[in-house]
């Protein structure tokens, strides 16, 4: 079983940038697929992005060249760099995991079945 500590977020005016980092308890990089998703109350979950074992990686439309996954092995550490941030990005963030393979996609990370605590990014206009 694995576990996350999720740190980062905050408010920032529309155009800004944040960063996101979700620390994991055990080395995940080769073993599982990573990914971030966020969530508006009383909305559907929203799948942002997605890292596979093989350093792979994907978007959601939405995010799509503005926001950058990627992983530091050595620290086991998901990140989630976000630039050029609209209001609708403002969401509670949440990062996830998952052992299965080939469903490293956006759309899939959602219902993965590690996740971490969530953090708020409110980005204003």
């Known amino acids: 079983q694995v576990q996350f500590v999720q740190s980062g977020g905050g408010s920032v005016q529309s155009g800004g940038s944040l960063r996101l980092s979700c620390a994991a308890s055990?080395?995940?990089?080769?073993?599982?697929?990573m990914g971030w998703f966020r969530q508006i109350p009383g909305k559907e979950r929203e799948g942002v992005a997605g890292i596979d074992s093989d350093g792979s990686t994907s978007y959601a439309d939405s995010v799509k060249g503005r926001f950058t996954i990627s992983q530091d092995n050595a620290k086991n550490t998901l990140y989630l760099q976000m630039n050029s941030l609209k209001p609708e990005d403002t969401a509670m963030y949440y990062c996830?995991?998952?052992?299965?393979?080939?469903?490293?996609?956006?759309?899939?990370?959602?219902?993965?079945?590690?996740r971490g605590q969530g953090t708020q990014v409110t980005v204003s206009s």
């Open positions: 996830a995991a998952s052992p299965a393979v080939g469903y490293c996609y956006p759309q899939y990370v959602a219902d993965f079945g590690y």
């Open positions: 055990k080395y995940t990089a080769r073993s599982y697929c």
